[in-house]
């Protein structure tokens, strides 16, 4: 069965600083997606990038950087040049086979980004 | 961009009564639903998977009998919430997912508080 795991329950980071959101995951498909997902305090779910599992570069939008390691099962979230706009909580998923099968996606369980001015 | 409409966005309700939730995909065909549930400060546990024109598909755990869903088109599915009792208090959020497309797109969400 596929597994999210996000280590991080909570973590800081200065205004302008990069800050680095883990996480792992387990699945015995080849083909998958990675998703992540940004929750502020209103409850929306905003998109924030994607990876396929055939995707060979790293993804990257604007701000946000997907930092894909295959073979260890990391697909770790890089925000550059936080802003205070940054602070919510963000869900890394996992979609098991091809992205047109409409497969479920699972979260893991979350990490609360605080900046700090 | 794909849009999903999730209403109510808040209901208080009275134990034992029913509550339903809407979401409708605005300017696609929503093939796929799936409904998930979150408690604060934890993660989004999906419920179940619904098909349009089939009977959902639920999580391990979760009473069919009491979170009864249809998904009777593709632009409406409907999580209806039957004898509620304090406990169900919770957000409850659906998301869509189109033919052919890789993204997911979710509702605002439903704050249900059962009184």
């Known amino acids: 069965a596929q597994k999210i795991t996000q280590t991080q329950p909570g973590m800081f980071v200065q205004e302008k600083e990069a800050v680095t959101l883990d996480c792992t995951y387990d699945?015995?498909?080849?083909?998958?997606?990675l998703f992540w997902y940004k929750q502020p305090s209103s409850g929306e779910m905003i998109f924030l990038i994607y990876q396929g599992s055939y995707d060979e570069q790293n993804a990257t939008e604007g701000r946000y950087s997907l930092n894909f390691q295959k073979a260890r099962k990391s697909a770790n979230l890089v925000i550059s040049a936080s802003q205070l706009g940054d602070s919510a909580m963000y869900f890394c998923?996992?979609?098991?086979?091809?992205?047109?099968?409409?497969?479920?996606?699972?979260f893991g369980q979350g990490t609360e980004l605080s900046v700090k001015p | 961009g794909a849009v999903v409409s999730q209403h109510p966005s808040w209901v208080i309700c009275k134990s034992g009564t029913s509550v339903k939730i809407e979401c409708r995909s605005l300017?696609?065909?929503?093939?796929?639903m799936f409904w998930y549930r979150q408690f604060p400060k934890q993660s989004l546990m999906l419920m179940a998977t619904s098909n349009e024109g089939s009977k959902a598909t639920y999580e391990q755990g979760v009473e069919k009998d009491k979170f009864l869903i249809n998904h009777a088109s593709l632009t409406l599915s409907t999580l209806t919430v039957t004898s509620a009792h304090p406990e169900d208090s919770s957000f409850y959020i659906c998301?869509?997912?189109?033919?052919?497309?890789?993204?997911?797109?979710f509702g605002s969400g439903t704050r249900l508080t059962v009184v």
């Open positions: 998301s869509a997912s189109g033919l052919g497309d890789y993204g997911y797109t």
């Open positions: 998923a996992m979609r098991e086979g091809p992205y047109n099968q409409g497969g479920k996606l699972i």
């Open positions: 300017d696609f065909q929503a093939t796929t």
């Open positions: 699945t015995s498909d080849q083909s998958y997606g």
